[in-house]
């Protein structure tokens, strides 16, 4: 890292370091988080895989949007960026009915705005995908909200192209994951501006962090899946008997394991590369 990087900010994962005026470097941990808080053990490698699968995933939809990536660097887990004035919503799209929008449609029988069938089941596929934003929360939980109030914190101009980018992103990348035997059963996307106006994807994309990942082959509707992601973690922590809030509890070391191979096998099922590849060379996934 350069002398000459100041640093900005750490988020639940990332350490963000302003390298100049125009290029930021994220700098991806080990860190893990549930329910919007950090637990205390980290996932080895879990950083790698992050930066490595969000440049994979940038290098094939620079078509449907432009991105922050400028480079990947050598460590694999740190990426020189585009310096951007994020929106203040996260932009979901579910394509399956589980985690927070399952919980909704318990409740109510809609989640964020759109009345769902009765009768699902936790995990049915939707009829199709649907737009789901939620508010970005400085502390305490991320919560859904409807697309009025999501049209009220970006402009109804803008959220037309965030959830068109939106929606087209996730159909790009559930047809390329489900040819790989995973079914991306849901994903959120962060997005900014850059100083000509232009709307840009940024932080990370179709992640086991900010994705649902089951593998196809294991899917049973009517119940939570098998995944790729850190629902293997969540699961553990609801199992406890965690109530979600500060501090959050340690992890133990099958869960470690477990979680690790758990996106290792998403990044080599998804890129084609075996892990110890990309950690030898990070450029292979910008191929």
């Known amino acids: 890292m350069s002398d000459a990087a100041v640093h900005l900010a750490s988020g639940k994962v990332r350490e963000l370091f302003q390298l100049d005026d125009d290029r930021l470097l994220l700098v991806a941990s ?15 490698d879990k950083g790698r895989v992050l930066t490595g699968l969000s440049a994979f995933w940038f290098t094939r939809t620079r078509s449907i949007v432009a991105n922050h990536l400028l480079a ?4 694999g887990r740190s990426a020189e960026c585009q310096r951007l004035e994020m929106f203040p919503i996260e932009c979901v799209v579910r394509g399956y009915l ?15 705005g759109h009345e769902l069938p009765q009768g699902l ?32 914190l970006v402009g109804e101009d803008q959220l037309r192209l965030l959830e068109r980018y939106s929606l087209e992103l996730y159909a790009f990348g559930s047809k390329y994951a489900a040819e790989r035997g995973i079914i991306l059963a849901d994903t959120k996307f962060e997005f900014g501006v850059d100083t000509n106006g232009t709307i840009v994807l940024g932080d990370e994309a179709l992640t086991p962090d900010s994705s649902r990942f089951w ?37 133990p070391d099958d869960v470690v394991a477990g979680t690790r ?3 290792v096998e998403a990044f080599e099922l998804l890129t084609g590369h075996d892990f110890s590849s990309y950690t030898a060379n990070p450029k292979v996934v910008e191929a």
Do not use: C, M
């Open 72 to 75: 990947v660097r050598e460590d």
């Open 121 to 152: 089941r936790e995990a049915d596929q939707l009829p199709e995908p649907i737009f789901t934003p939620a508010t970005k929360a400085t502390t305490g939980h991320d919560e859904n909200i409807d697309r009025e109030t999501a049209a009220q």
């Open 215 to 251: 593998p196809a082959g294991e899917y049973e509707p009517g119940g939570p899946q098998p995944s790729f992601d850190k629902q293997y973690v969540r699961d553990h922590v609801e199992s406890i008997g965690w109530d979600k809030n500060p501090p959050a509890p340690a992890l």
């Open 30 to 44: 080990d860190r893990i988080s549930t329910f919007d808080v950090i637990h205390p053990t980290e996932i080895t």
């Open 98 to 112: 589980a985690g927070s929008a399952w919980k909704d449609y318990l409740a109510t029988g809609a989640t964020s």
């Open 261 to 263: 191979q758990r996106y």
